[in-house]
T-cell receptor, first 115, second 112 residues
Framework: NAGVMQNPRHLVRRRGQEARLRCSPMKGHSHVYWYRQLPEEGLKFMVYLQKENIIDESGMPKERFSAEFPKEGPSILRIQQVVRGDSAAYFC?????????????FGQGTRLTVV | EDKVVQSPLSLVVHEGDTVTLNCSYEVTNFRSLLWYKQEKKAPTFLFMLTSSGIEKKSGRLSSILDKKELSSILNITATQTGDSAIYLCAVNSGGSNYKLTFGKGTLLTVNP
């Protein structure tokens, strides 16, 4: 049973470009959470999605950031017109239901660098 | 705003030493506290604590919660080089049962 898969592991974008980060949850998991880890900071909650629904996006910036979790395929975190401040590690976690405890597993993260 | 503070931020010890990592929190409607180990990859779950005074143990690692002091400790005995990692503390609180607030982590380095 493969774990939570994120790709790419590393992504370099120039300012103004778009970044697309993908997260494939563990098999049987229908809940996905995205977290951002800025340098020298703890992981910060961004958004919680179930299949085809955004449940809570209270931690996501209102502009340039969007997330989706379609019926088929991975969850996508999309950042438009990236700026240097978007450089961070983005982690995805998944669970079979909406609890962040032993049932939530983290992926290895995507490290975004904006140059 | 919910806050989780870990100390120390970094720690260097020798193999065989015992270490204690600290986590304190200021949150609304505490639900649970979780510890993770993060090496150069995904944070991996260690413990979840919901009740004061009940020690959770796994091998050389143990943890306990003190809800009166709003804190938790993670103990590692007889440390090994493989214990070198960032240890993350997170708290689930408020109206949701899924949102975690993380501390900045403690970087533990175990030298041979």
């Amino acid at each position: 049973n493969a774990g939570v898969m994120q790709n790419p592991r590393h992504l370099v974008r120039r300012r103004g470009q778009e970044a697309r980060l993908r997260c494939s949850p563990m098999k049987g998991h229908s809940h996905v959470y995205w977290y951002r880890q800025l340098p020298e900071e703890g992981l910060k909650f961004m958004v919680y999605l179930q299949k085809e629904n955004i449940i809570d996006e209270s931690g996501m910036p209102k502009e340039r950031f969007s997330a989706e979790f379609p019926k088929e395929g991975p969850s996508i975190l999309r950042i438009q017109q990236v700026v240097r401040g978007d450089s961070a590690a983005y982690f995805c976690a998944s669970s079979p239901n909406g609890t962040p405890n032993t049932e939530a597993f983290f992926g290895q993260g995507t490290r975004l660098t904006v140059v | 705003e919910d806050k989780v503070v870990q100390s120390p931020l970094s720690l260097v010890v020798h193999e065989g030493d015992t270490v204690t990592l600290n986590c304190s929190y200021e949150v609304t409607n505490f639900r649970s506290l979780l510890w993770y180990k993060q090496e150069k990859k995904a944070p991996t779950f260690l413990f979840m604590l919901t009740s004061s005074g009940i020690e959770k143990k796994s091998g050389r690692l143990s943890s306990i919660l003190d809800k009166k002091e709003l804190s938790s400790i993670l103990n590692i005995t007889a440390t090994q080089t493989g214990d070198s990692a960032i240890y993350l503390c997170a708290v689930n609180s408020g109206g949701s049962n899924y949102k975690l607030t993380f501390g900045k982590g403690t970087l533990l380095t175990v030298n041979p």
